[in-house]
């Protein structure tokens, strides 16, 4: 089945500094891969996602990229924020057989120093 | 929509007790998910399913918990009997077709 691996696990940046956040899969057959951010004691929110005919998308201050040949992706957030301060997963789906289940990382918790 | 809605939001029961977690999708949406988060094993899959219809449910852990999903706007997710280590969060989530999942805001569950 699926892997994803995330990292780094924490991640701690001044604000207005940029954050990077990489995951790698393992399913070459994987075409879609969500992140999801979840603030404390909330339920993880759906941020972007990018489907592998892609290879970059970006809403404002976040982008992800996606290189399918290597199997990485990641997620990029500019000018960073206090609010930005969560944790963040990275999830890899495919659509293989019909499945549309997601597979998490383990998730990077951000903190945003004032 | 009033997106994912789950009940009970905070549960505290104790061992051996009978717990059922209840979820309601997104209208529209045609996948169902449940998820369990610990601090130990992060987000975990259970169990899925598509058109009411249970397609994977190899991450339920044991035979202790059990879900069903009687129509397109109603899921539960049953523990009999609970034991102290089911104690998690749990999560439902919706989605339609292949597209991304929206979560419910949980239930927090305690066994005592």
């Known amino acids: 089945g699926e892997n994803v691996e995330q990292h780094p696990s924490t991640l701690s940046v001044q604000e207005g500094d940029s954050a990077v956040i990489k995951c790698t899969y393992s399913?070459?057959?994987?075409?879609?891969f969500p992140w999801y951010k979840q603030e404390l004691g909330k339920r993880p929110q759906l941020i972007i996602d990018?489907?592998?005919?892609?290879g970059e998308k970006k809403d404002q201050r976040i982008a992800v990229t996606l290189n399918k040949t290597a199997k990485h992706f990641s997620l990029h957030i500019t000018e960073t924020q206090p609010e930005d301060s969560a944790v963040y997963f990275c999830?890899?789906?495919?659509?293989?057989?019909?499945?549309?289940?997601?597979?998490f990382g383990s998730g990077t918790r951000l903190q945003v120093q004032p | 929509d009033a997106g994912v809605i789950q009940s009970p939001r905070h549960e505290v029961t104790e061992m051996g007790q009978e717990v059922t977690l209840r979820c309601k999708p997104i209208?529209?949406?045609?996948?169902l998910f449940w998820y369990r988060q610990t601090m130990m094993r992060g987000l975990e899959l259970l169990i899925y399913?598509?058109?009411?219809?249970?397609?994977?449910d190899s991450g339920m852990p044991e035979d202790r918990f059990s879900a069903k999903m009687p129509n397109a706007s109603f899921s539960t997710l049953k523990i009999q009997p609970s034991e102290p280590r089911d104690s998690a969060v749990y999560f439902c989530?919706?989605?339609?077709?292949?597209?991304?999942?929206?979560f419910g805001p949980g239930t927090r569950l305690t066994v005592t």
């Open positions: 999830a890899a789906s495919t659509a293989r057989t019909g499945r549309r289940a997601l597979t």
């Open positions: 990018i489907r592998s005919n892609v």
């Open positions: 989530a919706s989605s339609l077709e292949g597209n991304g999942q929206y």
């Open positions: 399913f598509n058109n009411n219809v249970p397609i994977d």
């Open positions: 399913d070459s057959a994987s075409n879609y």
């Open positions: 209208s529209g949406h045609d996948y």
